[in-house]
């Protein structure tokens, strides 16, 4: 083509114009027609379409267009479409081959200058082919000449591969010489590294073996030296030296004998145990004389298990057990002397010897020092050595051995006890002594004796029979009794010779027996007071267990009531007689009975006093025997039955009854007469009581005495009609005789009348 192709304002109307012009076969197979169809029918929207003509562009675009504009130039510039319209039928006709020929880049540049409308897409129509092509053939001499530099490169490092080899060779010479030349040394390391390791296991092996049987620096000196105290470190390296000697007597026990080395390990152990042991004795001895001067007693856990350590030493425990046994003694004979005299701290508790004017006082506040410093002293001791508790109830009675059978901790403990209290003995016993030998009073003496037993059990109970307290108090214990018993035999023997007032008419008991019974009330009171503290333990049922602890009280009690009661009965006896001697009508049996009845009223309340009761009662039962005995006969007198009843007990039936003199008919019936009248008149009948009864202190044995006789006379009433019934007596109407006059001949009438039962007993 010569020029460039008209544009058209649409590609729709030329399509309008040639479709007019021809027919529809024609146009279907003209090639330009086809290759417009083509061309129209192309979508620019697609995304390889835009990337083609951007390529374009960038290939052919003019030199005065901005390359940031060109892909707005693309979309917008109808000369590109024109371009492609003339490429597409310049392929079609075949026009425009022979003008490429004649464009020539300008300076090997795609960019081109365009001086009239259409010449760059008319260029870019012709010279497309020959510009890639021009294109592809700079593209591949830039190639070829970084090839040819890469080339270059590669002969370069050919020549340093070549050289290395070369030294890789000469070094894997000399290797291999350096190898043959080390192999001598290397066998040689390695002999060295398998002696150094039999070494290394022989150096553990004698690392274990010292460690296991010999003390470190550290434990040796805390074994040893003074510096260390004895305390967890130093038993621990006591521990550990019996633990060597332990496992060196199994070393040393192999078949080769004793090892020189087991024989030097057991010599140093030795040693230096025997050091430790040496040490522990001066501590302990230190500890004890500082611990022994405090009121307050504590043992720590060090102390204990000290203690335990020296058991295994007994001479050096022995030793050190007696610095804390003299250190005790002192301390505690200062501390009982600091009590007596000057008290507490600060003056509490006050002194004991301010209560010097009480004795009971005086003497209980002693005895309670003694017995807290005893158990005081028990408590420390007991924690000294580790003794376990046996499980006894509080109060209860200890279980003390026999001195070859008791425990070496036991044994330590009582004599160190003995010891420490043997000089508060001294001072104890001596002020004691003084106060119960200076009593007057029977009762204070008495109650001191009584509190003195108390603590006699208690400490026989706490530290045993033959602890050295225990057998001072009961030497002073016996002094008291002997005390008091001294005091009632002299009051017992006052009692009999106390003189009575003969002029006195009451049958009261006199001033002597109630001053000494009073004395005996207030002594059983005591006695009462004190019997449940040293009651026995007794095996066996409730009921055993009571009569057991009844009998050991009535033994108790038995020597000091034989001594008071006994003489009080025989006075009220003896002064009986003497003042029925000398005021016949004195009625000396109610006297008696009285006495006693007043007697056994104040013995009757104490259960310990039954051997008492007993014998007092049976002399009660005597006299109740005979002053019924006397009331009957009295009764009889008044009665007018006396001479008959005589004569009717006295009748031998060797002759009638009746035939006696004073049984005769007429004198039987006077007598029963008289016997009326007295039932009808008597007070002892309508009041039933006896004015002579009346002054019996106690209303049931006058009753009791008073129906015995009325019934004896009841009795004696119903022998008599039984004589006078009998046939052999030969009374003639025997049944009018006795029924003229009361009661009739009737014995269930005179009961009546008197009120009685005829069952009960005399």
């Keep these: 083509m010569s020029g460039p192709i008209p544009r058209t304002n649409s590609s729709s109307s030329i399509v309008s114009q040639r479709k007019n012009s021809s027919s529809w076969a024609s146009q279907s197979r003209n090639p330009i027609s086809l290759r417009l169809y083509k061309v129209l029918s192309t979508n620019f929207d697609d995304e390889t379409t835009r990337e083609a003509l951007q390529t374009l562009s960038e290939l052919y675009t003019p030199s005065n267009v901005n390359t940031n504009t060109t892909s707005k130039t693309v979309q917008n510039d109808p000369q590109l479409e024109d371009v492609l319209l003339g490429d597409s039928i310049e392929g079609v006709d075949g026009v425009g081959d022979e003008e490429e020929k004649d464009v020539q880049p300008s300076g090997g540049s795609s960019k081109f200058t365009e001086n009239t409308p259409g010449e760059m897409a008319a260029k870019a129509r012709k010279n497309l082919k020959r510009d890639m092509e021009l294109r592809l053939a700079e593209g591949s001499r830039h190639f070829l000449k970084v090839l040819s530099e890469v080339d270059e490169r590669l002969v370069a490092l050919q020549k340093h591969v070549s050289a290395m080899h070369a030294s890789c060779d000469e070094a894997e010479k000399q290797l291999q010489l350096s190898n043959e030349t080390s192999k001598s040394l290397l066998e040689r390391a390695g002999n060295l590294r398998e002696e150094r390791q039999e070494v290394e296991d022989q150096k553990s092996i004698v690392s274990l073996f010292l460690a296991r049987f010999t003390l470190t620096e550290e434990e040796t000196e805390a074994l040893i030296s003074r510096v260390v105290p004895v305390g967890k ?8 030296t019996e633990q060597i000697r332990d496992d060196c007597r199994v070393l040393m026990a192999g078949e080769d004998g004793p090892t020189k080395a087991g024989k030097d390990i057991m010599a140093s152990t030795a040693s230096q145990l025997e050091q430790g042991y040496e040490k522990i004795l001066r501590w302990c001895s230190y500890e004890f004389r500082q611990i022994g001067r405090d009121s307050q007693l504590e043992v720590n856990t060090i102390m204990r298990e000290a203690v335990r350590r020296l058991r295994k030493r007994p001479e050096l425990l022995n030793e050190s057990l007696a610095s804390l046994s003299l250190t005790r003694q002192t301390t505690l004979t200062s501390s009982f002397l600091t009590a007596l005299t000057r008290g507490g701290p600060s003056g509490l508790p006050r002194p004991i010897e301010l209560h010097a004017h009480d004795p009971l006082r005086y003497i209980g506040d002693m005895l309670a020092w003694v017995h807290q410093a005893i158990a005081a002293e028990r408590e420390f001791l007991e924690a000294l050595f580790s003794v376990k508790e046996d499980r006894r109830l509080i109060g209860s009675a200890r279980e003390f051995a026999q001195k070859g059978k008791m425990s070496q901790e036991e044994e330590w403990i009582r004599e160190l006890m003995d010891a420490a209290i043997g000089k508060v003995c001294v001072p104890l016993k001596i002020r004691v002594q003084q106060t119960v030998r200076s009593q007057e009073s029977v009762i204070m003496s008495f109650k001191i004796a009584n509190l003195l037993q108390f603590y006699k059990s208690t400490m026989t109970k706490t530290i045993g029979e033959d602890a050295v307290l225990s057998i001072t108090l009961k030497e002073i214990t016996d002094v008291a009794y002997k005390t008091f018993f001294d005091s009632v035999e002299a009051q017992c023997r006052s009692l009999t010779r106390a003189a009575l007032d003969f002029d006195d008419n009451s049958l009261t008991p006199p001033i002597p027996i109630l001053d000494h019974v009073q004395i005996l009330r207030e002594i059983m009171a005591v006695y009462q007071s004190y019997l449940g503290d040293d009651d026995q333990v007794v095996e066996g049922n409730e009921t055993e267990k009571q009569n057991s602890n009844q009998d050991v009280s009535n033994k108790g009690f038995l020597k000091i009531g034989d001594i008071m009661v006994q003489p009080a009965v025989e006075m009220c006896l003896n002064a009986a007689e003497v003042k029925k001697r000398s005021r016949p009508e004195w009625d000396k049996d109610v006297f008696v009975l009285n006495c006693l009845s007043y007697l056994l009223s104040v013995l009757e309340p104490f259960e310990f006093t039954k051997s008492q009761r007993d014998m007092i009662q049976e002399t009660i039962e005597s006299k109740v025997r005979d002053l019924t005995e006397e009331h009957y006969h009295a009764i009889m007198v ?105 009661p009739f001949g009737q014995v269930s009438l005179l009961w009546q009348i008197f009120g009685l039962n005829e069952d009960e007993d005399d």
């Excluded at 470190?233 to 550990?240: L, P, V």
Aim: charged fraction near 25%; charge should be neutral; aromatic fraction near 6%.
């Design 233 to 240: 470190r130093f038993f621990q390296a006591m521990d550990k």
């Design 638 to 742: 008044d009665a007018g039955l006396d001479e008959i009843a005589s004569l009717c007990e006295n009748h031998d039936g060797s002759e009638p009854l009746s035939h006696i003199p004073g049984m005769q008919p007429l004198q039987l019936q006077s007598a029963l007469a008289t016997f009326s009248r007295w039932l009808s008149t008597s007070t002892e009948v309508v009041s039933s009581s006896s004015p002579r009864l009346s002054r019996l202190t106690l209303q049931p044995l006058h009753t009791r005495i008073h129906h015995t006789a009325m019934g004896k006379v009841a009795k004696t009433y119903e022998m008599i009609c039984e004589k006078v019934r009998k046939k052999e007596n030969r009374y003639e109407a025997a049944a009018t005789l006795l029924g003229t006059e009361r």
